[in-house]
């Protein structure tokens, strides 16, 4: 089995890959916060493989993505410890075996080239990869896998939790998108705000990138929180929740000795 580790802001996920079946068949997450992810890891990690009926030897190689660089030792660290092996980290020397070519390497996220490098390897078109994760994304690859560029703004849950932590009287509200864009009372007036701006926010992004360089992209969306929007179901050409694990095995496949 492949196990990949992806390292976000929110969240550390752990995916096992079956090589036989061709499909990711289990998937959990820690919290990235240092202090409690290595407690998590040496309880949490080995009680999943237990619960599930898997062996730590089963596990043939290990991908690793992280934009949280200092918690890489401890992931490596304890990936030697319980797996017996060092996973491969994906850095920028990674891309150059790839279809996917970045300007500026050293600068993109690894996330943002495992979303590329899994839409780009399927649909081998121009490509948009919207990621919903803690920060909203887009990345765009032009017919010959360069990246075009990239936007960043804040994520649905960084946007509502800045409201309620810079607003004295403003609660934190859950992700539901209401069902009028008008709000009847508080909680209903910030989904509406946020979940119904964030739905004009990914359409007018996708047509300003296609305007200004005149291409017809594939879209992509994934990420945790891509399903929330269902405004946006006409919006995406598909949803694949597993794009980055996805991208993240092909780079380490590619550069396997």
């Not at 979303?115 to 919903?132: E, G, K, L, Y």
Request: net charge neutral; proline share 4%.
């Amino acid at each position: 089995m492949f196990l990949a580790i992806d390292a976000g802001n929110s969240n550390v996920v752990f995916a096992l890959f079956d090589q036989k079946s061709g499909k990711w068949t289990n998937q959990f997450r820690l919290e990235t916060k240092t202090p409690k992810l290595i407690s998590q890891l040496s309880k949490k990690v080995p009680l999943y493989f237990l619960e599930h009926g898997i062996h730590a030897s089963q596990i043939e190689k290990i991908g690793f993505s992280s934009v949280v660089p200092e918690i890489n030792s401890i992931i490596e660290q304890f990936c030697q410890s319980y797996f017996g092996q060092s996973p491969y980290l994906i850095s920028a020397k990674s891309y150059e075996t790839l279809p996917i070519k970045s300007l500026r390497p050293n600068e993109i996220g690894s996330d943002l080239m495992c979303n590329v490098m899994a839409a780009f390897s399927r649909h081998t078109q121009p490509v948009i990869v919207v990621d919903f994760g803690t920060a909203l994304t887009f990345t765009a690859v032009d017919s010959k896998g360069e990246i075009l560029g990239v936007n960043i703004v804040p994520g649905l849950k960084t946007a509502i939790h800045s409201l309620f932590t810079n607003t004295s009287k403003l609660p934190e509200v859950a992700l539901k998108l209401p069902e009028s864009a008008l709000g009847k009372n508080t909680i209903h007036a910030i989904q509406a705000g946020v979940l119904y701006g964030y739905t004009g926010l990914v359409k007018g992004m996708i047509e300003a990138i296609e305007s200004e360089t005149r291409l017809q992209f594939k879209i992509i969306a994934t990420g945790g929180l891509a399903a929330i929007l269902t405004t946006l179901e006409s919006t995406f050409d598909e949803v694949d929740r597993n794009l980055t694990l996805e991208g993240l095995r092909l780079i380490t496949e590619a550069n396997s000795t």
